[in-house]
């Protein structure tokens, strides 16, 4: 049972528009969640996060988005480059237990030039 | 700062061969843990520690050992290797109670068995 979806598993964007990547998660105590880029051959990093108590977090391109009704967040970059081209997963974790981050099947973002 | 440090990034097995997948920090993170990615499936929680002595199990522990000796390393070990466990594996440490700080990831294991 997937408790964190990510149900598009590729997404093409031109360079400068906006990439949006979708998460969905079924476990309501799920209050912490991150984003995490990875590429080919290497580990994935961290790139940003956000509390269930809010509903937006930014970082310079990158937006994170959460709606608890919906149980659905968000990764917005604006605008999109090419070295944004890789694999974007997002994982969940409740905080009152131990920290454990339970992640998607990622979906894989080529931004072309 | 080197970072988690997994060792070997290639391994190939026999059936039934037993091995140890190396995986070292240095940032003094109180929790670690071991990811496998598969096609499809994102990342899974085999196991994971959060000191020197303790382990527990993630989503998919069966095959698979673990021992926290010292802060610094934790290895993953395969008993009898199966086709089933071909995957890339994942170390990650983090500092315990940080939850915002995330987890700083090794490049991987690539391991198949044959």
């Known amino acids: 049972d997937q408790q964190v979806k990510q149900n598009s598993p590729s997404l093409s964007v031109q360079e400068g528009r906006i990439s949006i990547l979708n998460c969905d998660y079924t476990?309501?105590?799920?209050?912490?969640f991150l984003w995490y880029k990875k590429y080919p051959a290497e580990g994935p990093t961290f790139l940003i996060s956000?509390?269930?108590?809010?509903d937006k977090n930014e970082d310079g391109r990158f937006t994170v988005f959460l709606n608890k009704s919906a149980k659905h967040l968000s990764l917005h970059i604006v605008p999109s480059q090419p070295g944004d081209s890789a694999v974007y997963f997002c994982a969940a974790s409740h905080t009152s237990g131990t920290y454990k981050y339970i992640f998607g099947t990622g979906t894989r973002l080529k931004v072309l030039a | 700062n080197a970072g988690v440090t997994q060792t070997p990034k290639f391994q190939v097995l026999k059936t039934g061969q037993s091995m140890t997948l190396q995986c070292a920090q240095d940032m003094n993170h109180e929790y670690m843990s071991w990811y496998r990615q598969d096609p499809g499936m994102g990342l899974r929680l085999i196991h994971y520690?959060?000191?020197?002595?303790?382990?527990d199990q993630g989503e998919v522990p069966n095959g698979y050992n673990v021992s926290r000796s010292t802060t610094e390393d934790f290895p993953l070990r395969l008993l009898s290797a199966a086709p089933s466990q071909t995957s890339v594996y994942f170390c990650?440490?983090?500092?315990?109670?940080?939850?915002?700080?995330?987890?700083?990831f090794g490049s991987g294991t690539r391991l198949t068995v044959v």
């Open positions: 520690s959060v000191g020197a002595g303790i382990t």
């Open positions: 476990n309501s105590m799920f209050d912490y």
């Open positions: 956000i509390s269930s108590i809010k």
């Open positions: 990650a440490s983090s500092p315990w109670g940080i939850v915002n700080y995330g987890y700083t």
